[in-house]
């Protein structure tokens, strides 16, 4: 090879490099850009339905009117329900796997099982859920299981985030607690749970925005999409002032009364859509943002 | 009590299993399996019923490969961007934005396709019908891209700096280290990414409910409107269909189509990423 060939082929081998880097800033670029035209479409179409009326109001045959008071109340609801359940269980879940499983066939089982659960299609647990909690358990169409559906769902989740948090403690803090005489759930109890509980909330916000986007498994379970009231209040004046009815009352969550919304094909409906969705994406985006947010704290602030 | 509570992740899959199967039966009793596999009508709600399972796996099939034509590359290159290529502070700036990309819920993907994408694409291509599989497909690409990028490119990460020290040494320039070294050496951790990409596409619901019509149709073309597997899903859960009848079991059959599917394309993920794992 002449010596002026290397040199060109050296040149266009650097031309090349200089090109790609060109190329990944772009298609980095198409998904922002992406993220930044859907936020923008639905800011404008949406933003001027979005007030205290939009809020406050019940859904309409009337688009100028409806407005997402059931929606937001009964997602709500169902995430309280699903948090009540997903939380202690997942947690619970991710410290056995990490501070008492023996290395089993049982722990093997139980891992790979929560792997292919992440990767389950969410229609598939409404269709579990429409099986199992609506017709055999006969809890209805209510907050009872769309709570209970979630929360199966983000189960995964909650279990995965609390096994990195508690696998990230030093096993020097375990051992330190043993040497002075604490038990095992002693050692849980005040050294691994509160130092992995950054960590633990960080999965649980994450899990909790992904359920509170989640369509399709309330669909399945079959939640109307036309409520104009309210469930019973959990808190009333008169003995027993608690009560629990609200559980097994139909309910409408944000993302239906949003898809509700866009497959009318009047346009009204789909500003109506567009103002829902802009509420939505922000409601998921503070929670992962703040999700993130904490977990750069959390890898700043730790020095073991 | 923190064994119990280990274990109801293995009674989920148990009780998804035992139910999808259960009231599959139900459906198979009424119909023949040779049918449902190989009819090529779906017309579960007609009089005259047809059950081909084919009309909706076609559905399924056009809107996913459109949707990896996107993801996949454009995944790629950004993970190989981002972990040979760019400088630390965007990636840690660009590492947050892409999960918050992924964090949108897909509803609002939906209402995107429908209402952004298609009329965009009915300017350049003034034929399209409203609902379609094209515009489905794209959003759903650009909802899967961070997906395949954020794995590619933890496994492109995990690849040792001894690597990419030796190519460099060898006068090879960044590109020739990344196309050449790293990603061949990254391989099965990123066709673990592709395939947990491709069973989210299969899965994904309510972009194609509301963007693709719902309209059963044996078609492999993308500028057609079609129902997927999970939209049927959608479409007889909105209905009022009663419990038991053929038409409401249809939908069990689906979804058990759907989780075999996806199940095989998971254990498949799973087994190179563990593969991946020893490597290193």
Known sequence: ?304 | MLFLAALVSVFTTVGIVTILVKESVVFFEQVSIVDFLTDTQWTPLFDDAHFGIMVLLSGTLTSSLVALAIAIPLGTVIAIYLSEFAPFKLREIAKPFLELLGGVPTIVYGYFALLFVTPLLQRIYPGLPGFNLLSAGIVMGIMIIPYVASISEDAMRAVPMSLREGSYAMGATRLQTALRVVFPAAFSGVAAAYILGISRAVGETMILAVAAGMQPNLTFNPLEPAATITAYIVQVALGDLPHGSVGFQTIFAAGLTLMLITLIFNIAGHLLRKRFRETY
């Open chain 1, 1 to 304: 090879m002449k010596p002026i060939d290397l040199k060109n082929q050296i040149r266009a081998r650097k031309r090349y490099d200089a090109l790609f880097g060109v190329l990944g800033l772009l298609a980095l670029m198409i998904g922002v850009l992406t993220f930044c035209a859907l936020f923008a479409d639905m800011a404008i179409k949406g933003m001027g339905r979005v007030d205290w009326d939009f809020f406050t109001s019940f859904p309409s045959r009337h688009p100028g009117q409806a407005g997402i008071l059931s929606a937001w109340v009964g997602s709500t609801l169902v995430m309280l329900v699903t948090a009540f359940f997903a939380v202690p269980l997942g947690v619970a879940a991710g410290v056995y796997l990490e501070e008492y499983a023996r290395k089993n066939w049982v722990t093997d089982l139980i891992e790979i099982n929560i792997t292919n659960l992440a990767g389950v299609p969410s229609i598939v647990y409404g269709l579990l859920a429409l099986g199992l909690f609506v017709y055999q358990f006969g809890f209805g169409q209510s907050i009872l299981s769309a709570g209970l559906t979630l929360a199966l769902l983000i189960l995964p989740v909650v279990i995965v985030a609390t096994r990195e948090a508690i696998r990230s403690i030093p096993q020097a803090i375990r051992e330190g607690s043993y040497a002075l005489g604490a038990t095992q759930w002693q050692t849980v109890r005040y050294h691994i749970l509160p130092y992995s509980s950054a960590g633990i909330l960080t999965g649980i916000i994450i899990g909790m925005a992904r359920a509170i986007g989640e369509t399709a498994p309330i669909i399945t379970i079959g939640a109307l999409t036309f409520i104009a009231f309210l469930p019973p209040a959990p808190v009333s004046a008169q003995p027993p002032f608690l009560s629990f009815e609200w559980l097994v009352s139909p309910f409408t969550v944000m993302p239906i009364q949003m898809f509700n919304w866009t497959s009318r094909p009047e346009a009204a409906f789909q500003v109506n859509a567009a103002a829902a969705g802009f509420v939505l994406v922000i409601m998921t985006l503070a929670m992962n943002g703040l999700a993130i947010w904490l977990r750069y704290r959390l890898r700043r602030n730790i020095k073991w």
